[in-house]
């Protein structure tokens, strides 16, 4: 199947800094989405963005799926934005079905 | 338009135990997905219904699993037997259209089996 993976692992921000998120995906994809995990498990859609680029306030997501990478930009970090970051694509195969695959995930602390 | 929705939020269980989530998706989703995530980990696939139909199980999803989504709607997902490594949070998914649109996911439930 395809495989995602995501980088750094773990990024600590002071308040204020911005930062970027990776996610390399190892084939086509029909679909790729960011999620934001709350501390209570719950996954918040941030971007849908199989392809081109997006903003919404200070988070903002780029994908160039003819290298297979997408990125996530945060702008003016602030403690709200701590939490585990998720790239999730669905496989471009037609047996795919639509279900997502996870990378492992980036976890984001911000200090005040 | 309410979110997905899932009940219970949490489970605590004896090991041996039988189990049963459900799992309300937004109206009119034709798509419905379940998935489990460990503590540390990535969701994970579990199974996909399109309508009532049943069409895809993980290979994670041993014969103890049984899912369900009677007329299209709601669904439920139990777990016969329970043991400790069943202990995960269980995600519940929906989305409208093909394959590739954009996924939305509820609250989940955090299933302990002690």
């Known amino acids: 199947g395809i495989q995602v993976e995501q980088s750094p692992p773990d990024l600590i921000l002071q308040e204020g800094a911005n930062s970027t998120l990776r996610c390399n995906f190892s084939?086509?994809?029909?679909?790729l989405q960011w999620f934001h995990q709350n501390p209570w498990g719950q996954l918040i859609n941030l971007f849908y963005i199989p392809s081109g680029t997006k903003q919404n306030g200070r988070l903002s997501a780029t994908t160039v799926a003819t290298e297979r990478y997408s990125l996530l930009y945060i702008s003016s970090s602030q403690t709200t934005d701590s939490g585990v970051y998720f790239c999730?694509?669905?496989?471009?195969?037609?047996?795919?079905?639509?279900?997502?695959?996870f990378g492992a995930g980036t976890q984001v602390v911000v200090t005040p | 338009d309410t979110g997905v929705s899932q009940d219970p939020r949490h489970k605590i269980t004896k090991r041996g135990q039988n189990v049963t989530f459900r799992c309300d998706p937004i109206?009119?989703?034709?798509?419905l997905y379940w998935y489990r995530q460990t503590l540390g980990q990535g969701p994970e696939f579990l199974t996909y219904f399109q309508n009532e139909a049943q069409l895809e199980k993980s290979r994670l999803l041993s014969d103890r699993f049984s899912a369900e989504r009677p007329k299209g709607s709601f669904s439920t997902l139990e777990i016969q037997r329970t043991e400790q490594g069943d202990s995960a949070m269980y995600l519940c998914a929906s989305s409208l259209g093909v394959a590739g649109v954009e996924q939305y996911f509820g609250p989940g439930t955090r299933l302990t089996v002690t």
């Open positions: 999730a694509v669905v496989g471009g195969r037609s047996d795919s079905w639509g279900k997502l695959q």
């Open positions: 084939d086509s994809v029909n679909n």
């Open positions: 109206s009119e989703h034709n798509r």
